[in-house]
């Protein structure tokens, strides 16, 4: 069974930093793209940024800048470095992978969700 496990959500001051972590496990037989997506309440999934297995990012315009994704290919996990946090950043921040697996071909995949509290 694969799965995408994200850790490292948590309540942080506006200015502060925090480092989410998606793992993915199973058997995997390749990954092509790794992301965070974030949610906030009453709004709509909305992409954060986005790194392919070559290197290549994307980042949504609101958190260029002050956030870094990074990716360990050998450990099948991604990062999502956050720092200078606003309130406006607060949201459940989702790890997204376009895999393909043994059992379902290619197919995008979904973490449960971690939570990201911005306080002011």
């Known amino acids: 069974q694969v799965q995408l496990v994200e850790s490292g959500g948590d309540l942080v001051q506006a200015g502060g930093s925090l480092r989410l972590s998606c793992a993915a496990s199973?058997?995997?037989?390749?990954?092509?793209?790794m992301g965070w997506y974030r949610q906030a309440p009453g709004k709509q999934r909305e992409l954060v940024a986005t790194i392919t297995s070559g290197g290549n990012t994307n980042y949504s315009h609101s958190v260029k800048g002050r956030f870094t994704i990074s990716r360990d290919n050998a450990k099948n996990t991604w990062y999502l470095q956050m720092n200078a946090l606003k309130p406006e950043d607060t949201a459940v921040y989702y790890c997204?992978?376009?895999?393909?697996?043994?059992?379902?071909?290619?197919?995008?995949?979904w973490g449960q969700g971690t939570q990201v509290t911005v306080s002011s």
């Open positions: 199973g058997t995997i037989l390749a990954i092509y793209a």
């Open positions: 997204n992978a376009d895999m393909r697996t043994v059992l379902a071909g290619r197919y995008p995949y």
